[in-house]
């Protein structure tokens, strides 16, 4: 028996009529390079200015690679709707489609044999399979196409006779394509008795975000890593696409900021990884172009983000984080956001968006504070920047003002503070044994409180421990008691509780251990990941997740 089948594009065949064809040279698709537009465009301005009476059509667009020929005899139609594509098609004599990259399959080359041109394409990926009769380059060059264009311009007979015999040998119709369907739907119904949906399914997931191998293991301890211990507990495959290492190792003079062999790599990957889901995790240098490529190659593949940045419009970077949330979000199947998106009002409707907490991870948060004695009484930490790792000198923090007003007002009290009065922050193993030595953690995130929203300190407090300081307008109490975190309503209430719990051990080490264990439980990396995945692929189960409301 077979372990799976390939199912092919299908089209219905187009219009022909050879009486139609003009003298037209069609280029359908991504003005860019991995699309071999410029090898295009080099080769056709060289065939109008020696062809005279023949011309060219180019339908398409490109934001970032601005690729741009002009000549008198050239159309450059822009996006058009799928009909005008056709049409254009009908007319069309030599249709061209040279990708550098290893095109999945090439649904232009295919519409453009189901109407009868004489194509011309690349010896990339699934092309070939494209077309029953056609040109295939040897060398994918601008010198290349224009030999073989200009032989088929030439030779009336033979580009004739390859317009024919595209249209009458096209075989991958509607009919042809249901057919296999039925017949594979036949053998299989024959071999089970019962045929249901496995949403149990082990997926392939492809995880775009920045897990810093460049800085050492400094910043291991990361949300993506978190997520990806996660997947792999509920059994997936995940394949790691660190997207800000590939853009420091790859860029060059031609390519300065690395994004291009970025997006190019992606593409490639996925080609070759073939995932089910593609997942982004601040990976603000993937072009939204590209997600719109990969959703054409793959219309299976489901696309989700989670963002953990603050959302809040008197926070910090307000527009920038809400830009970088927007930016591809007509290809986002669903976003996951460490903020409620209940109070986002500028979520675009046609995604589905979802809170998600921090994730905490077993194998991360392993220390126990509540079970020892601890010399300091409440621990913070800030940093101008994770990637930075030092303090950047004349950058204003207002948590600093906050830190140094309660210490003024909260006597006796022993301050474990790092990332102020230039003691540098503090990372990794380091930061871990520091923390160790700490009763409480302050949870104190920038800007004004808002739904739901924490930075992932959170986990590293709450997680190891600590008795957790929040300020109760983040809405926590939804989720958590009195004995298992600590609210404050301002500086002077924040004050008096420390005061009471840095001298009662008892009580301490209760909320402590309660709230360790609550978010253990409740909020670890892998129910995350497995709600991530739900939501994205649309699973329903009987499933309760604490934070789902």
């Given at each position: ?15 022909f ?79 061209v ?126 949300t ?42 992606l ?30 190659d ?5 696309i ?79 940093s101008?920047?994770v ?10 923090d ?30 990794a ?45 983040t ?55 497995d ?19």
């Amino acid at each position: 028996m077979k372990n799976f089948l390939l199912f092919f594009n299908l089209l219905k065949k187009n219009k022909f009529n050879i009486k139609n064809k003009k003298k037209l040279i069609t280029f359908v698709g991504k003005l860019n390079r991995s699309k071999g537009y410029d090898i295009f465009g080099k080769a056709i301005i060289k065939i109008l200015s020696n062809f005279k009476d023949w011309k060219a059509s180019v339908v398409g667009d490109e934001a970032r690679d601005k690729i741009y020929f002009d000549h008198k005899n050239l159309k450059i139609h822009g996006f058009l709707e799928h009909k005008k594509v056709l049409r254009i098609y009908e007319n069309t004599s030599i249709a061209v489609v040279c990708s550098r990259w290893d095109e999945p399959f090439g649904r232009t080359s295919l519409e453009a044999s189901s109407s009868g041109c004489a194509v011309i394409i690349s010896n990339k990926g699934g092309l070939p399979e494209t077309i029953t009769n056609g040109i295939i380059l040897k060398d994918l060059s601008a010198k290349s196409l224009y030999k073989e264009i200009k032989k088929l311009i030439i030779d009336k007979r033979k580009r004739e006779t390859l317009q024919k015999s595209s249209y009458k040998n096209f075989y991958l119709t509607n009919k042809f394509v249901s057919d296999l369907i039925d017949e594979c739907r036949s053998e299989k119904l024959n071999d089970f008795k019962i045929f249901n949906v496995n949403k149990n399914k082990k997926l392939r997931i492809l995880h775009v975000t920045n897990f810093n191998e460049r800085y050492d293991g400094r910043l291991f301890f990361n949300t993506g890593r978190r997520l990806n211990n996660g997947f792999i507990r509920l059994g997936h495959s995940i394949l790691e696409f660190s997207d800000r290492d590939i853009l420091r190792y790859y860029k060059n003079f031609k390519d300065f900021r690395g994004s291009k062999s970025l997006n190019d790599k992606l593409k490639k990957t996925c080609y070759n990884y073939k995932p089910d889901l593609l997942i982004l995790g601040h990976a603000d240098s993937i072009f939204p172009e590209t997600l719109s490529d990969l959703k054409d190659d793959y219309p299976s593949l489901k696309i989700s983000q989670w963002f953990l940045d603050p959302l809040n419009k008197k926070g910090p970077d307000y527009q920038r984080n809400k830009d970088r949330v927007l930016d591809k979000a007509q290809f986002i199947d669903c976003n996951f956001l460490t903020t409620s998106p209940d109070v986002l009002k500028f979520l675009p409707k046609n995604n589905e968006n979802f809170y998600i907490p921090n994730p905490s991870d077993s194998s991360f948060e392993v220390l126990e504070n509540f079970r020892k004695s601890c010399n300091m009484d409440v621990f913070f930490a800030l940093s101008h920047g994770v990637h930075r790792g030092i303090l950047k000198s004349g950058k204003f923090d207002e948590r600093a003002l906050f830190i140094q007003k309660l210490m003024n007002v909260t006597n006796n009290i022993k301050f474990d503070i790092y990332g102020l009065k230039q003691v540098q922050p503090i990372w990794a193993d380091h930061y871990f044994k520091t923390i160790s030595n700490s009763k409480m953690g302050l949870n104190l995130s920038r800007g004004e409180p808002i739904k739901y929203y924490s930075s992932d300190r959170i986990t590293q407090i709450i997680g190891n421990g600590l008795v957790t300081l929040i300020d109760e307008k983040t809405g926590y109490r939804d989720f958590f008691n009195d004995d298992e975190m600590v609210f404050y309503k301002n500086i002077n209430d924040l004050s008096e509780k420390i005061q009471r719990i840095a001298k009662d051990e008892k009580l301490r080490k209760l909320i402590g251990k309660k709230g360790k264990q609550k978010y253990l439980r409740y909020f670890n990396s892998t129910l995350v990941a497995d709600y991530i995945v739900n939501k994205t692929l649309n699973i329903k189960n009987k499933k309760k997740y604490l934070w789902d409301k």
